[in-house]
């Protein structure tokens, strides 16, 4: 009996030890979305950092439930990079926000968004997440 309950510990532990460690980074609390209406157009480009000057009264959609900030993390995951020399008419921000704290933005454009200064297309799937 002594044997059984020292193997269950030692099984139990392995199993805990050998669990993939996630990188807090790499973990998201939530996701929010910032945006206007995408097809809005202006007489110039609008950069990332101009974004809440020319749209302070932007829309707002919050994902808190785990099922939903995994499927728009799932949409970020596979998007494709592009070396094109665009940079994104901004048309929303995504803020991406991390158990310790740290904020990940992204400036979203209809035809491109930058994310960890690379630039990507912006997945049509996105656009429709944000307009639902």
């Known amino acids: 009996m002594k044997n059984l309950s020292i193997t269950?510990?030692?099984?139990?532990?392995?199993?805990?030890a050998c669990k993939p460690k996630?990188?807090?980074?790499d973990e998201v609390k939530s996701v929010r979305f910032k945006f206007t209406e995408l097809g809005r157009e202006t007489q110039f480009r609008i950069t990332c950092d101009k974004f809440d000057y020319?749209?302070?009264?932007?829309?707002?959609k919050n994902f808190i439930q785990k099922a939903?900030?995994?499927?728009?993390?799932?949409?970020l995951t596979d998007m494709k990079r592009?070396?094109?020399?665009?940079?994104?008419?901004?048309?929303?921000?995504?803020?991406?926000?991390?158990?310790?704290?740290?904020v990940d933005t992204l400036?979203?454009?209809v035809k491109v968004l930058t994310y960890k200064s690379a630039?990507?297309?912006?997945?049509?799937?996105?656009?429709?997440?944000?307009?639902k």
């Not at 020319?54 to 707002?60: A, D, I």
């Not at 995504?94 to 158990?99: A, G, M, Q, R, W």
């Not at 912006?122 to 656009?127: E, G, V």
């Open 82 to 102: 592009t070396d094109d020399g665009f940079q994104p008419d901004v048309r929303g921000k995504i803020y991406i926000n991390h158990p310790n704290n740290a």
């Open 22 to 25: 996630t990188n807090p980074v």
């Open 54 to 60: 020319y749209f302070p009264e932007g829309k707002v």
């Open 119 to 131: 630039t990507y297309e912006t997945p049509q799937s996105l656009l429709a997440l944000i307009q």
């Open 8 to 16: 269950a510990i030692l099984i139990a532990f392995t199993l805990f």
């Open 68 to 75: 939903s900030v995994d499927s728009v993390m799932l949409l």
């Open 107 to 109: 400036c979203v454009g």
